[in-house]
């Protein structure tokens, strides 16, 4: 009977998708991936997270299941697992810093002696604002109580920050998960020189509300613009102590001076966040000063590297920008064609330099209903939009490339084209704006998920391709034969040595290329070394 399988299974051709290979693992959907290994499970809970749930996963299962790898990568070398998290967080290539804050609880918590020491001398690495603060303090308490090392490594924190620097998160970063500077002075006792008058003041202050003349003169330009008697004497103290957005009371955000000059010493961060109010309020139109201020700064790039934006957050202000209007609330306004297209090449800028390899590439997006489901690292883009976003960084800069989004094939003749062969090329070109490139996969039909198609279409066409870039979640389970042996039967039938990236848009843990394939790459979207990299695999 055994044989019998075995001559059956060869007769019927290559293993279809919802069977498996060797080395694979069932996913979500049912069908049958390559399980990627702790540490790659790592890399993606620290540049996608796991907040947002998928079509086939819940949030919580994915976070239930990132915790438990984190914490098997912190029992084998608890310290590589600390440096890849400072690694990350400290060179901004995630989209929000909170998984490394979870991640750096848990090697706190849960690490042995020489892990627990790495993660607390790493905490202003990865805790740089007060808010990231606020959030370690939060986590950590899920794993250990406040013992002497958690308490001198808060207390850290605040004495090693240069004064300006400390005096900054004091003010604007007043509480965050129910906790305050104060609590966590009180828990730490951070003791400062004798003759660092300025800093004892703030503590001070920041415990007891007490004013001293020591007191650096941002926070006596606080209290001042808490008092103030109208806009104008508003903007002249904001322009004078340059205060930011969070110390200004809440009445005086509606006026038009007070935005402006919140505007001439405002973070590149806060710039991008704040461009539909500051349209709102009337001072982004075509031709305003203010819109050359925001377009000056969004093309400065020595600026945007020394702010670190990570690029989904250009994207998602260009989204937001565009659309006139705020996601919540009654916000409206009338954007600027200027802005638009200093955030597109914001977005752009802030990855780095990408040098064209010259090779034939096929930029396979997967428009399949999982991934139109869920959110990229907690935002408002579906994983669908931002593989989109993400396969124009190669777009932009590859000569040879073609574009193509896919779903599965139907079953017979009489279906309409795309849905019977789950694949169509896509309209998008480089010189497009970002916007419109989300846009032209968003109005897509959905289906279910064939990563072999790519390949298989490429064989069928006749198509010479080098390296095939499939930006998916990697849940595919339709198709007739696996993605891996697709590309064997494409480099036997042509002669190329085809090589495949998959470009992982959720964080889960599955990949559809063989970990023993050295032609085969498994990276994580939206991280801005990757677009580099894989640069590098395609030229050899």
């Known amino acids: 009977m055994v044989y019998r399988r075995l001559i059956e299974a060869v007769r019927r051709g290559p293993a279809r998708q919802s069977e498996p290979l060797p080395g694979t693992v069932r996913n979500s959907a049912g069908g049958y991936a390559f399980p990627v290994d702790d540490w790659t499970r790592l890399d993606r809970f620290l540049l996608l997270g796991t907040e947002s749930a998928t079509y086939y996963a819940s949030a919580r299962a ?5 915790a438990a790898s984190v914490e098997r990568c912190l029992a084998e070398d608890g310290r590589r697992a600390v440096r ?42 990865v805790a740089r604002t007060g808010t990231h603060l606020f959030h370690f303090a939060e986590y950590v308490e899920a794993f250990r109580g406040w013992g002497r090392g958690l308490r001198r490594a808060v207390a850290r924190w605040y004495t090693e920050a240069d004064i300006e620097r400390l005096t900054l998160q004091v003010i604007k970063y007043r509480q965050r998960d129910g906790w305050s500077h104060r609590d ?33 003169e941002q926070i006596h330009g606080v209290m001042a613009l808490a008092q103030a008697d109208g806009p104008e004497t508003a903007a002249r103290l904001i322009r004078e102590h340059r205060l930011p957005r969070e110390t200004v009371p809440t009445e005086l955000l509606i006026s038009r001076e007070v935005w402006q000059a919140l505007l001439e010493d405002m973070p590149m961060t806060a710039t991008i966040r704040n461009l ?35 690029p989904l957050a250009f994207l998602l202000a260009l989204r937001t920008y565009q659309q006139g209007r705020g996601d919540r609330g009654k916000l409206t306004w009338t954007p600027d064609p200027a802005v638009l297209h200093a955030l597109d090449g914001a977005f752009y800028a802030s990855f780095a330099n990408v040098a064209p390899t010259g090779r034939r590439l096929m930029l396979a997006l997967d428009v399949s209903g999982s991934m139109g489901m869920g959110r990229v690292a907690g935002t408002a883009l579906t994983p669908r939009e931002a593989a989109a976003a993400m396969a124009m960084i190669t777009a932009a800069v590859e000569p040879q490339h073609s574009i193509i989004g896919f779903t599965c094939a139907g079953a017979d003749r009489w279906t309409p084209y795309w849905a019977r062969t789950g694949l169509s090329p896509l309209p998008i070109t480089p010189r497009m704006r970002l916007d419109e490139v989300v846009g032209a996969t968003a109005g897509l039909p959905f289906g279910g998920t064939d990563c072999a198609l790519p390949m298989l279409y490429a064989l069928e066409q006749g198509l010479e391709v080098d390296a095939f870039v499939i930006y998916t979640d990697s849940e595919t389970w339709a198709g007739k034969v696996h993605p891996v042996e697709a590309l064997r039967q494409y480099r036997q039938r042509t002669g ?45």
Do not use: Y
């Not at 998290?85 to 090697?107: H, Q, T, Y």
């Open 184 to 216: 966590l002075l009180r828990l730490a006792h951070p003791v400062a020189d004798v003759d660092d008058t300025a800093r004892r003041a703030v503590f001070d202050w920041a415990c007891r509300g007490r004013l001293h003349n020591a007191l650096p």
């Open 276 to 310: 539909g109010k500051l349209g709102s309020v009337g001072l982004l139109h075509a031709g305003s000063e203010a819109s050359r201020q925001v377009v000056h700064r969004l093309s400065d790039a020595e600026a945007l590297r020394r702010a670190r934006v990570h």
């Open 62 to 66: 994915l976070t239930r299941e990132a």
């Open 496 to 540: 190329i040595a085809a090589k495949l990236i998959v470009v992982a848009m959720v964080s889960n843990g599955f990949s559809i290329a063989d970990p023993q394939d050295g032609g085969m790459l498994d990276v994580v979207g939206f991280d801005t070394a990757v677009p580099s990299l894989m640069a590098d695999f395609i030229a050899g």
């Open 84 to 125: 890849r998290i400072v690694e990350v967080s400290a060179a901004g290539r995630a989209p929000k810093n909170e998984p490394a804050l979870f991640a750096l609880a848990m090697a706190v918590g849960l690490g042995d002696d020489a892990t627990r020491a790495a993660g607390l001398a790493a905490l202003s690495r």
